[in-house]
C-alpha cells in the first residue's frame, strides 16, 4: 500500500512531467512558428467545412420540418435509416457503389503507379513535363463538361465512336444510353481518364526522392530495368500505396456524384448498372425533400467509412507497422 509520501511523491514527479511537455509545447511553437502560420488557413477552412456541420450529425435521426426548425422538429429514431435498407433497390445501389469503388481503387492504383514509373523513365526533361501535364489535365475538368465529351462519343446518331469506330467492327447506329450492361466499362474509362493522371502525381514525386545510389548499385550487380522497378521503386513506394488506399477505403460507400449522374445523363434505363447511394438519396431528396433521409444516409455513409479506414490501418499495420497510416 502506498504511504502518503509516495503517493505526494508520485504527485509531484507527474506535475514536473507535465510541467516539461507544455514547456517543450511552447518552444516547438516558438521554434516552428512560419511553418504553423503556414498551416493555419488550410486548418481553419478543414475545421469551418468538416467539423462543425458535424453539428448537424442529428438530423439523421430527426423529422425535419420548417415550421419548428431543426431543434424543434420531433426525433424520429431509426425511421430515416429505414429508407435506405426498405426497398430491393437500396441493396443493388449499395452493392454498386461498393463494386464501382473497389474497382476505382484497385485499377486506379495500379494505373497510377504504372504511370509514375512511366514518366519518370522519360529523360528528356520538356518531354515529361508535356506528358505530365497532358496527363493531368482531365483533372481539372468538371464532370458537366466531362459528360458532354462522353456525348460526342456515344450520341446515337453524330457520336465519334458510333459513326465511325463501331462500323469498322460491323455494328450499326447504337444507342449506348439504352444499353445499361455496357455502362460500368464506360465509367471505368470514364474515370481512370479523369482522375489517373493526378493520382500519379504523388507517386511520381515518391519516386523522385529514391536515391539514385539504388538504381546504380542494382546496374552494377547485372539488374535490368524491370528488374529495378520490381526490386527497387515498387517496394520502396509500397508505404505510400498502402496510406492512399487506406484513406480511399473510407470513400468505398461514397461515390463521385458528378460521374454516375451527370456523364449518364441520368438515363432511367441505365439505372440498373449505373445508380449508386448518392444518385438514389439525391433523387429521394429531390422527390420527398426529406432531409433527415438524406442526413441518415450520409451518417451511414461516414461511419462506415470510419470503420473500414480504422479495419484497414489495424490490418496494415499488423502486416507491416511502416506502412499503416497511424
Not at 502506498?2 to 505526494?8: E, G, I, K, R, Y
Not at 435506405?84 to 441493396?91: E, G, I, Q, R, V
Not at 509500397?238 to 463521385?256: A, E, H, K
Amino acid at each position: 500500500m502506498a504511504t502518503p509520501s509516495t503517493v505526494h511523491s508520485l504527485s509531484k514527479q507527474t506535475h514536473s512531467q507535465r510541467q516539461r511537455g507544455i514547456a517543450l509545447l511552447l518552444r516547438n511553437i516558438v521554434k516552428y512558428r512560419v511553418l504553423l502560420l503556414m498551416l493555419l488557413p488550410t486548418s481553419i477552412i478543414f475545421f469551418v467545412n468538416c467539423y462543425i456541420p458535424m453539428f448537424g450529425v442529428f438530423i439523421a435521426f430527426k423529422n425535419i420540418n420548417y415550421i419548428d426548425g431543426i431543434m424543434g422538429s420531433p426525433w424520429a429514431g431509426l425511421d430515416n435509416f429505414r429508407f435506405l435498407f426498405a426497398t430491393s433497390d437500396a441493396w443493388r445501389v449499395t452493392i454498386n457503389t461498393v463494386a464501382y469503388n473497389v474497382a476505382f481503387i484497385v485499377s486506379g492504383l495500379i494505373l497510377s503507379v504504372a504511370v509514375a514509373i512511366a514518366i519518370n523513365e522519360v529523360r528528356a526533361k520538356l518531354a515529361s513535363r508535356v506528358y505530365q501535364t497532358i496527363m493531368i489535365m482531365p483533372n481539372f475538368l468538371s464532370m458537366v463538361v466531362v459528360s458532354y465529351i462522353v456525348y460526342a462519343f456515344l450520341h446515337p446518331e453524330y457520336g465519334f465512336l458510333v459513326k465511325y469506330i463501331l462500323p469498322l467492327f460491323g455494328y450499326s447506329s447504337v444507342n449506348a444510353y439504352m444499353h445499361p450492361q455496357a455502362w460500368p466499362y464506360i465509367l471505368w474509362i470514364t474515370k481512370m481518364w479523369h482522375s489517373v493522371g493526378i493520382g500519379s502525381v504523388i507517386y511520381l514525386a515518391a519516386i523522385t526522392g529514391i536515391s539514385e545510389e539504388l538504381y546504380e548499385a542494382a546496374k552494377m550487380d547485372g539488374a535490368n530495368k524491370w528488374q529495378q522497378i520490381t526490386r527497387i521503386t515498387i517496394p520502396l513506394l509500397t508505404p505510400v500505396m498502402v496510406i492512399l488506399t487506406i484513406l480511399n477505403l473510407g470513400g468505398i460507400f461514397r461515390s463521385d456524384f458528378g460521374l454516375f449522374y451527370h456523364v449518364t445523363l441520368d438515363s432511367g434505363a441505365l439505372r440498373s448498372t449505373t445508380d449508386v447511394i448518392d444518385t438514389y438519396v439525391y433523387r429521394g431528396l429531390i422527390q420527398l425533400n426529406d432531409l433527415g433521409m438524406s442526413s441518415a444516409a450520409n451518417f451511414y455513409q461516414s461511419v462506415v467509412g470510419f470503420f473500414l479506414v480504422i479495419g484497414a490501418n489495424s490490418l496494415a499495420r499488423k502486416l507491416n507497422r511502416d506502412t499503416a497510416l497511424f
